[in-house]
């Protein structure tokens, strides 16, 4: 390093070195060797845990080699007992090895502990906070409640005191809450959150933003578990509903308003997810056009009432008629629908065609300018594809579609499957 940056480094009031990707100290500050109690001259060159074998036990060891697998920064706070002092130690890592940098947070942590067990400020926030504020001792047992949390949940701080609280967790809840805090014991996590239920003593259910940081003793030791909880039913409330109203109105931004059959939007992402799918495995993909014969004649003789009429009946008839559960049927626009019958070979697709327009025939909607026999009919054509990378879904359709213009131009009222 410059002579100049060196001389920067030794000079700040915080511990800083240099370890090389195989742990060797390359650089250490002036206050970096006081805390070691070891001169820079005996370490550079030397691995940390040769020299400080105690090291190898403690979150140092571990936090060190994620920090250089995954080249991303950590932040520690941990009590060295033999110093006794509590530090931030601050983990930089790069392609050359890590910069390890503390910072001497022992007071700091006194005066953390303080805030909790003496002063008054801290007992005029716990028992006036308007969210629950709850402090247990290791086994999750609560030792201290304040006022908004015994509210929540419905107990007296003597009933409370007997449980643990698990025991007003939500059965579906308690080992994702349980999990997280062995782990915060463990020194896995310094803190959590979740979202949880809990049962409050009049059996109601009320959901919670749960927050959970350890309180240490000056020795590091975790002494006490402090839980912040807020009360969030409402806004659960609120969400679910949101989210029903989200999925309400996808489902109706599918539909056809009128015949509450898929529209065209949810045909096109069907074909195109079948025909992904048929393209994987190999497998045929029929497609039925079916359209309305005469229709316009029969909307301006009966009013657009009628018309509408007849649209919903066929529509009710053709989701009667399709079985499977794969099978897929829209209104494709106007008096047009379609049948997308994944997996179906074009003979299979021709009967189902045929069924369909039996069905309709057999449904005898009067129609006084029926261009075959007196009753509104259907012409449907037909057309099957195994997909590959040489074709596409618009070839599948255009083809279903000169199959379709062929029956209405033979004489209406029957199947014509598309031939190349």
């Not at 080699?65 to 006794?84: E, G, Q």
């Not at 897929?328 to 074009?346: H, Q």
Request: charged residues 25%; aromatic residues 10%.
């Amino acid at each position: 390093m410059e002579p100049r940056l060196i001389k920067m480094l030794d000079n700040i009031s915080d511990a800083l070195f240099l370890l090389d990707l195989n742990f060797d100290f390359i650089y250490l500050n002036h206050q970096a060797q006081s805390l070691l109690g070891r001169n820079k001259l005996d370490l550079i060159g030397k691995c940390i845990w040769t020299e400080f074998p105690f090291l190898i036990s403690t979150p140092v060891y571990r936090e060190y080699h994620k920090a250089l697998k995954s080249k991303k920064a950590k932040i520690l706070r941990d009590y060295y007992p033999t110093l006794n002092r509590w530090f931030e130690v601050r983990i930089y890592p790069d392609d050359d090895g890590l910069m390890i940098y503390f910072c001497d947070i022992t007071e700091l942590k006194k005066n953390e502990v303080a805030l909790y067990q003496k002063t008054e400020h801290f007992r005029a926030v716990f028992e006036n906070s308007a969210i629950g504020i709850g402090v247990a001792n290791l086994d999750a047992q609560p030792v201290e409640c304040n006022h908004a949390l015994l509210d929540m949940i419905g107990y007296t701080m003597d009933e409370i005191s007997q449980m643990s609280f698990m025991d007003f967790t939500h059965p579906d809840d308690v080992n994702k809450d349980l999990e997280l805090f062995n782990n915060l014991m463990l020194g896995k996590l310094s803190s959590y959150q979740i979202e949880k239920r809990y049962i409050r003593k009049d059996h109601q259910i009320i959901w919670a933003r749960l927050t959970v940081s350890p309180i240490f003793s000056v020795q590091g030791e975790i002494q006490y578990i402090m839980s912040m909880i807020e009360n969030i039913t409402d806004v659960k409330i609120a969400e679910q509903k949101q989210l029903e109203l989200t999925k309400e109105l996808q489902r109706l931004s599918t539909l056809d308003g009128l015949t509450e059959l898929n529209n065209r939007r949810s045909f096109d992402e069907f074909l195109s997810q079948e025909w992904h799918r048929c393209l994987e495995e190999g497998a045929p993909l029929s497609l039925i056009l079916l359209d309305i014969d005469g229709f316009k004649k029969y909307n301006d003789t009966y009013g657009h009432h009628e018309g509408d009429a007849c649209l919903k009946t066929i529509a009710d008839t053709l989701k009667k008629a399709l079985h499977e559960p794969n099978h897929f049927v829209c209104r494709y626009g106007g008096e047009e629908f379609a049948v997308i019958l994944p997996d179906t070979d074009l003979q299979t697709a021709e009967m189902v065609a045929e069924s369909l327009r039996s069905y309709v025939e057999s449904l005898q909607i009067y129609h006084l300018y029926a261009q075959s026999g007196k009753y509104v009919t259907v012409s449907l054509g037909v057309s099957t594809i195994i997909p590959s990378i040489f074709s596409n879904p618009q070839q599948l359709i255009k083809n279903t579609d000169k199959a379709l213009y062929e029956a209405k131009n033979y004489g209406r009222n029957q199947v014509r499957v598309f031939s190349a």
